[in-house]
């Protein structure tokens, strides 16, 4: 029996399969989009409840991790809307978001990769939302333009501005550095 299969007639024991097939991915995609790593880890808790009290839902079970990327991407949504979240959340640099950067035999080569991961990570959460939720679609789940369209109900153009736009910035902050980048668009 398949693991969609499985987790329409109710086996906990494929909801544990499901969220270790998937749990990373999920909570990386979440972290790059809300800027919190134990936040996005509650977003991913919540995605996989829904998924398993509405597996019939899903049309077609060969896209089940589409499906779950859609609950993340809502959730995270859902989340940046509340006002109290938005004005209270305070950025902090998470010691979490290190364990999910690569390791390299090399302590140097170590440090220098978790260093460009870590300016990566900042580059990205600079962007606004939309821009963010763009990027790590297309660049982290290797969706093609007319599926994140699909996924977010949006026009190809307007999926192909916020890619080009979000690209453009995230340029120009990983060239200018944080601290200026932070700077300039301050004053503008």
Same mark, same amino acid.
């Given at each position: 029996m398949d693991l969609v299969e499985r987790l329409?007639?109710?086996?906990?024991?494929?909801?544990?399969?499901?969220?270790?097939?998937?749990?990373?991915?999920?909570?990386?995609?979440?972290?790059?989009?809300? /800027?919190?790593y134990y936040l996005a880890e509650e977003i991913v808790q919540d995605t996989f409840v829904t998924a398993f009290q509405k597996i019939e839902q899903l049309e077609d079970d060969n896209k089940l991790k589409g499906?779950?990327?859609?609950?993340?991407?809502?959730?995270?949504?859902?989340?940046?809307?509340?006002w109290?979240? /938005?004005?209270? #959340?305070?950025?902090?640099?998470?010691?979490? #978001?290190?364990?999910l950067a690569e390791t390299d035999p090399l302590p140097e080569a170590a440090l220098l990769t978790a260093q460009r991961n870590e300016h990566l990570h900042k580059g990205i959460q600079s962007l606004t939302y939309h821009y963010r939720e763009a990027i790590t679609l297309f660049y982290f789940h290797e969706l093609s333009i007319r599926e994140i369209s699909e996924m977010l109900e949006e026009n190809e153009n307007t999926v192909?501005?916020?890619?080009?736009?979000?690209?453009?910035?995230?340029?120009? #902050?990983?060239?200018?550095?944080?601290?200026?980048?932070?700077?300039?668009?301050?004053? /503008?």
């Open positions: 329409r007639s109710g086996e906990e024991s494929a909801l544990n399969e499901l969220m270790q097939l998937y749990g990373n991915e999920l909570v990386r995609t979440a972290v790059l989009l809300v /800027k919190d499906w779950l990327v859609i609950i993340t991407v809502n959730g995270c949504r859902a989340r940046m809307r509340k109290s979240w /938005k004005n209270i #959340f305070l950025a902090e640099k998470e010691a979490a #978001f290190d364990q192909k501005t916020r890619i080009a736009r979000g690209r453009r910035l995230l340029k120009d #902050f990983l060239q200018k550095g944080d601290v200026q980048y932070e700077q300039q668009r301050r004053t /503008k």
